[in-house]
């Protein structure tokens, strides 16, 4: 059989395997790289055209195309959010005297925003990812699945990370704030939340579990918007909380900007905190240490989790054994007296 070579003559290129075999040169690129991702039928079906043009692939345009830029990409949902700031201040120490940039995206809580990055991000070949959370939508999780180099999610847990998983569950974090509230003897204890992310979704779901654990939920105890937090918001939310249920004893804030604007509001309308209002918020910022009384919070470990997400990188980067693919870091309930109790 006579080799047919390329349109115009000249050395067989992939585009001409793709155009004799009627699939794109990206399918018969991924045949010829990773084999057992494609079907058996297609495999025949390129291998015929890479045989019948005499196809041999080019190992210097190979070694050009899996080179990776020296950058990891990170994708946060804010940057002004004190708490991705510390997870940031983490993932850039934990580079530090390495040869990797860091490029930053800011996704604004936005999943359509979030795929959009993804595209830029993988356009530009980084050595890895690491995105914030674990709520992709189906084409940003495609689009990490396919990335082709290491992906770390962080802030959360999940049995089924894209790659590799550093986090904390927000679910236990509702439960044992509200766990720890009920057993200083509070009953009617609320939840307020403001934006409602999935990670304050999942708060409240932990919240929600203890109180019909301990025979309490009631709906009316829960008070959220879809506004973003601010500290203000969280003065609003407990008046409407109050509007709606007078006998409230005690909130669990979804963050501590919020569980700060309680006790503003607390203070102006004279509720003594912690006798006839427990507060507990989420994260442990420091104004929760300082604030007066000082406020109970859930602490996570920003910082670290940043840090760690860069070793598990570049651990892979190394090509060493990095652990599980899912790393729970817990968290601290840190105890102080606006929690102190009714009594």
Do not use: W
Request: glycine content about 10%; some cysteine; proline content about 6%.
């Amino acid at each position: 059989m006579k080799t047919r070579t390329r349109r115009g003559g000249g050395r067989p290129t992939i585009a001409d395997v793709a155009r004799l075999a009627g699939v794109s040169a990206i399918t018969v690129s991924r045949a010829l790289r990773e084999p057992d991702r494609v079907s058996q039928d297609l495999r025949r079906q390129i291998g015929t055209a890479v045989a019948e043009l005499g196809y041999v692939p080019d190992p210097n345009a190979r070694a050009l195309a899996s080179a990776r830029a020296d950058v990891i990409g990170v994708l946060v949902p804010s940057l002004t959010n004190s708490v991705f700031a510390e997870v940031v201040r983490g993932i850039y120490d934990g580079l530090a005297d390495r040869r990797f940039q860091i490029q930053m995206g800011n996704t604004h809580y936005s999943g359509l925003e979030e795929e959009r990055l993804l595209q830029v991000f993988l356009g530009q070949r980084p050595s890895a990812l690491i995105v914030a959370g674990r709520d992709q939508t189906p084409a940003a999780r495609g689009l990490l699945t396919q990335a082709g180099c290491p992906v770390v999610q962080i802030m959360d847990l999940d049995d089924e990370p894209v790659d590799m998983m550093i986090g904390f569950s927000h679910v236990e974090g509702g439960r044992t704030a509200t766990d720890h509230m009920i057993s200083r003897g509070y009953r009617r204890i609320g939840f307020i939340g403001a934006r409602m992310d999935p990670r304050s979704q999942r708060r409240l779901a932990g919240y929600r579990a203890a109180m019909e654990a301990a025979g309490l939920y009631d709906p009316r105890l829960v008070t959220t918007t879809p506004i973003p937090s601010s500290v203000s918001m969280g003065g609003e939310l407990l008046r409407d909380a109050l509007a709606r249920m007078p006998t409230l004893d005690a909130v669990f804030c979804n963050n501590d900007d919020l569980a700060l604007g309680v006790l503003f509001e607390c203070q102006r309308a004279a509720i003594d905190v912690p006798r006839k209002m427990g507060i507990c918020g989420f994260n442990d910022l420091e104004m929760m240490r300082v604030a007066f009384p000082p406020l109970t919070s859930i602490r996570t470990h920003r910082y670290d989790i940043g840090r760690r997400a860069v070793g598990m990188v570049l651990g892979r980067l190394a090509g060493e054994d990095v652990g599980p693919p899912t790393v729970d870091v817990g968290f601290d309930l840190k105890i102080r007296e606006s929690t102190a109790g009714p009594r």
